[in-house]
C-alpha cells in the first residue's frame, strides 16, 4: 500500500513516518491488490491534542478514520485498531451483500474470524421527508442553528445542487454538494 502522509502545522520526522508506514501497513493484511491502493494521512495539532487522519480508498468504498490523543504514537495505534474494527465490523455485512455475487468482493481478503458475532443492531427507525427551499449558505447554517441538528440539507441556490452543511468539530463549518 502507498501511504502518503502529510503534516498540518507539523513537521512530519523520519521516526513518525516509520512508526505510520509500519502501523498502518498492517492494514495490508485485509486488503487485495493493496499495492495499487494510495492511502492517505494527515497530522494535525489542536491545541494539546496530536490528531491523525487516515483515509483508505478501495473500489467499492472509503475506510476512514480520526483519532486524537495527547501522544502522537498513541494516536496511530489507536486509529489502527478503529480502522481493522471497521474492517471486522463490516465482514458480514459485505458478505451477505455480495453473496449472489462472490466476485465483488475482490478487494479483502476474509481469512480471519470474529470471536464473537454482534448483532447487527442497526436499522432505519425513522424516515423524514423534508421540503427543501432554495437559499445561499449563510441562511443554511442560520436554519441549522435555529433548529439545533449538525447538519442541514439545503437547495443551494449558490451552486445549484443540494448540499448538506455540518458543524465540524473545531467548531467552524463544512459542505458537501451533490453532483
Same mark, same amino acid.
Do not use: W
Given at each position: ?10 513537521? =512530519? ?25 494510495? @492511502?492517505?494521512?494527515? &497530522?494535525? &495539532? ?7 487522519? /487516515?483515509?483508505? !480508498? ?10 486524537? $490523543?495527547? %501522544?502522537?504514537?498513541?494516536? =496511530? ?12 465490523? $463490516? ?10 455475487? !462472490? ?10 474470524? &470474529? ?6 443492531? +442497526?436499522? /432505519? ?8 427551499? !432554495? ?19 439545503? +437547495? %443551494?441556490?449558490?451552486?445549484?445542487? &443540494? ?8 467548531? %467552524?463549518?463544512?459542505?458537501?454538494? @451533490?453532483?
Amino acid at each position: 500500500m502507498k501511504i502518503i502522509i502529510r503534516g498540518v502545522k507539523v513537521e =512530519v520526522t523520519p521516526a513518525i513516518k516509520n512508526h505510520i508506514k509500519e502501523k498502518i501497513g498492517k492494514l495490508d493484511k485485509y486488503l487485495k491488490d493493496s499495492e495499487n491502493i494510495e @492511502t492517505t494521512v494527515i &497530522i494535525r &495539532i489542536r491545541n494539546n491534542e496530536q490528531m491523525i487522519e /487516515v483515509t483508505v !480508498p478501495t473500489q467499492k468504498f472509503t475506510l476512514r478514520a480520526e483519532e486524537s $490523543h495527547s %501522544n502522537l504514537y498513541a494516536a =496511530v495505534d489507536l486509529v489502527l485498531d478503529k480502522l481493522e474494527s471497521q474492517i471486522r465490523k $463490516h465482514k458480514t455485512r459485505l458478505k451477505d451483500k455480495y453473496k449472489k455475487e !462472490p466476485n465483488k468482493l475482490n478487494d479483502f481478503i476474509f481469512d480471519f474470524d &470474529i470471536m464473537q458475532e454482534k448483532e447487527n443492531k +442497526n436499522k /432505519v427507525v425513522k424516515i423524514k421527508n423534508i421540503d427543501s427551499k !432554495p437559499m445561499d449558505e449563510e441562511e443554511a447554517i442560520l436554519q441549522m442553528e435555529l433548529i439545533g441538528h449538525d447538519f442541514f440539507i439545503f +437547495n %443551494n441556490i449558490d451552486e445549484n445542487c &443540494i448540499s448538506v452543511v455540518y458543524k465540524r468539530k473545531d467548531g %467552524n463549518y463544512g459542505i458537501i454538494n @451533490t453532483k
